[in-house]
């Protein structure tokens, strides 16, 4: 139930940021800022060390081999390379 919850929190805050980024020819930019490539969403009251690591746990959760398909920086970044084999 934590897992979902968390799932939830996660996703759902990605869906209503996710439409302020739009995809161009160099990649995907900031609709009010087109030098980011990046949005920062704050959580007040939480460290970014446990939501890094609620992120990691996640990911290692619901992918088969996460350590052949994610690059990660510890407390800073982590890349998720992955493909659509269909």
Known sequence: MKRLIFALFMFGGLYTYGQSMEITSTGFVDKADKDNKYVVIEFPGIAKEQLFMGAIKFINANYERPEE??????????????????
Do not use: F
């Open 69 to 86: 398909i994610t690059n990660v920086i510890q407390n800073e970044q982590i890349v998720i390379n992955g493909h659509d084999w269909l």
